[in-house]
């Protein structure tokens, strides 16, 4: 098979796409962010309906969110009266669907030394997503109300372009369902009105080489499991 250098660098900007945990503070020029947020609104939607709307935090925006999701995920009792608006994951695991799940926590928290005992540094971790990991860049999305399913599935592709253009720029991502179950305190310091939902977070920056977090590769089935050729 014959492969041109535009198919390889395709390529290897979607393979090299993982989700980075550990971010080092040099910032990201804000033509650099513009730029992979145009390419990225080159993603198909119905009757070309752009569902996205993106909040693009840096400095002290980024800061005063993170400030107040800590503060509230910190308080057990608080935490408990702030859920998700809407069901990421299913209600109801089964396999194989839960054994990715159980497999990626446990590789990652091996990485870290956290033992299943240890509950503190779990939720410690956990709680890292609300900094973004440290990026110096955290993307918060939205989305109207009124849109129903297929622009959620439009979404989607906006996000994977969005940390496919990162990755030609040598950048890292990590989407962030996490911050679902904040959507209230998100709403209150952005200001979103009230037509606008939270779908994700996103950090976006460069990644840190020497934590040991970043050197998690998830597994990905081969294709002989999931396709079904019919001639």
Avoid at 56 to 72: K, M, N, P, Y
Avoid at 114 to 132: D, I, P, S, V, W
Wanted: proline fraction near 6%; hydrophobic fraction near 40%.
């Amino acid at each position: 098979m014959i492969t041109s250098p535009q198919q390889e660098a395709v390529d290897a900007a979607i393979v090299s796409r993982r989700s980075i945990r550990a971010f080092l503070p040099q910032p990201v020029a804000r033509e650099d962010i513009e730029r992979i947020l145009e390419v990225a609104a080159r993603a198909p939607s119905g009757t070309n309906t752009q569902p996205w709307k993106v909040y693009v935090l840096t400095g002290q925006a980024r800061e005063d969110l993170s400030a107040a999701i800590l503060a509230v995920n910190a308080d057990p009792e608080q935490a408990r009266q702030h859920t998700e608006e809407y069901a990421y994951y299913p209600r109801e695991w089964v396999s194989p669907f839960v054994d990715r799940r159980r497999k990626v926590g446990w590789d990652l928290y091996a990485l870290l030394g956290l033992t299943r005992e240890n509950k503190a540094g779990m939720a410690a971790q956990h709680a890292r997503n609300y900094r973004f990991f440290d990026a110096p860049v955290g993307l918060i999305f939205t989305i109207d109300r009124i849109l129903e399913q297929g622009s959620w599935l439009d979404y989607g592709m906006f996000l994977q372009n969005i940390m496919v253009a990162a990755r030609a720029r040598g950048l890292d991502t990590c989407p962030q369902a996490a911050f679902t179950q904040y959507h209230r305190v998100i709403a209150s310091q952005l200001a979103l009105p009230e037509n606008e939902m939270v779908v994700c977070g996103m950090a976006l920056g460069w990644a840190d080489p020497g934590k040991v977090e970043n050197t998690l590769l998830t597994e990905r089935e081969p294709v002989g499991n999931f396709a079904y050729f019919r001639e």
